[in-house]
Each structure stands twice: as structure tokens, then as C-alpha cells.
Nanobody, 126 residues
Framework: VQLQASGGGLVQAGGSLRLSCAAS????????MGWYRQAPGKERELVAT???????NYADFVKGRFTISRDNAKNTVFLQMNSLKPEDTAVYYC?????????????????????WGKGTLVTVSS
């Protein structure tokens, strides 16, 4: 299983970016997908998560500005970021949790592991 994130870049304060992250592999289902971020010198922190059924959870500092969505058929999660602030500058990582995968034998395997993408850099200039 691999997660590939894209969409980061440099934007001015007040601008918008849309991040995408696609999970690849023999995946039948992903329970939860999400975005986390890590700013220089800080711990990685939750930004937003979304369940397979579409329930969402946001960190307080992005409520009203960011929107998470997903395409279950494509195992892809999105993060629409509006009204960006310089303090949003960070490497953004996508996460997938609770995967059901199909083994070469045809067996279905459900695991509780966390899978991470390599991260995409978002830089917001003032």
C-alpha cells in the first residue's frame, strides 16, 4: 500500500490550495483517511479526518477554512484549503487507517495500521 500526496506549493496569505492523496494497492476499503501537518520545530498535528461514511473531524484552527472530502471508489482524499495563513505553513501528510486489502490468495485482510504518505510542502507567504 502506498499513499501519494500532491497539490502543495507556495501561495500568498488569503489564497487557496487543494491537496490530493491517492492510496494504491489491493485495497477494498479504507475506514478513515486524513491529513496531518508538521511545521518546522513542531510536532505533527491533526488537521482533518473523514470516515468511509463521510463523517468529518477538524482541528479548531482550520474550522471554516479547510474542507476534507474523499472518493471511496478511487481511495483518494482531498483537502481544500481556503483563507490560508502564514501559520498554515507546514509539510502536510495524508494518512489512511483501517484498511481491508485483498491478498493474492483472495483472502481479505483487515488491519488497524496507519499508512502515511511522504508529505507535501505548503508555504504561505505574508
Amino acid at each position: 500500500v502506498q499513499l501519494q500526496a500532491s497539490g502543495g506549493g507556495l501561495v500568498q496569505a488569503g489564497g487557496s490550495l487543494r491537496l490530493s492523496c491517492a492510496a494504491s494497492g489491493s485495497i477494498l476499503r479504507i475506514d478513515a483517511m486524513g491529513w496531518y501537518r508538521q511545521a518546522p520545530g513542531k510536532e505533527r498535528e491533526l488537521v482533518a479526518t473523514i470516515t468511509n461514511g463521510g463523517s468529518t473531524n477538524y482541528a479548531d484552527f482550520v474550522k471554516g477554512r479547510f474542507t476534507i472530502s474523499r472518493d471511496n471508489a478511487k481511495n483518494t482524499v482531498f483537502l481544500q484549503m481556503n483563507s490560508l495563513k502564514p501559520e498554515d505553513t507546514a509539510v502536510y501528510y495524508c494518512n489512511a487507517h483501517g484498511l481491508t486489502t485483498i491478498q493474492p490468495t483472495g483472502e481479505l485482510v483487515v488491519d488497524g495500521m496507519d499508512y502515511w504518505g511522504k508529505g507535501t510542502l505548503v508555504t504561505v507567504s505574508s
